[in-house]
Nanobody, 120 residues
Framework: QLVESGGGLVQPGGSLRLSCTASGVTGKFYVIGWFRQAPGKEREGVSC????????SHLDSAKGRFTISRDSANHTVYLQMNSLEPEDTGIYYC???????????????WGQGTQVTVSL
């Protein structure tokens, strides 16, 4: 399973670090992706990273603010989010797959999500 943590309420300009820890299914995928879903909007890809370290930063609005990294020894992937904006509010999901892509249909394993709220 995949378990996200680190979400919460933060003021605009603040930072959060999300974690995604895998257990039990670590041998079934080698790519972890982060996706987010804002209220009333479709789920969109944020970034993904492979075991060997290659990554994709998909979300133009997050480039320069969000950084993905992984600790393979602990089966954990992080999403460091800086300079957060109200538009970053949503549920953030991590997902496991085998292709370095942001096409969500190619990720068969999903976590339950963690809420991120950026507000005064």
């Amino acid at each position: 399973q995949l378990v996200e943590s680190g979400g919460g309420l933060v003021q605009p300009g603040g930072s959060l670090r999300l974690s995604c820890t895998a257990s039990g299914v670590t041998g079934k995928f080698y790519v972890i992706g982060w996706f987010r879903q804002a209220p009333g909007k479709e789920r969109e890809g944020v970034s993904c990273i492979a075991t060997h370290g290659d990554s994709i930063s998909h979300l133009d609005s997050a480039k320069g603010r969000f950084t993905i990294s992984r600790d393979s020894a602990n089966h954990t992937v992080y999403l460091q989010m800086n300079s957060l904006e109200p538009e970053d509010t949503g549920i953030y999901y991590c997902a496991g797959g085998t292709a370095l892509t942001m096409r969500r249909e190619l990720y068969p394993y999903w976590g339950q999500g963690t809420q991120v709220t950026v507000s005064l």
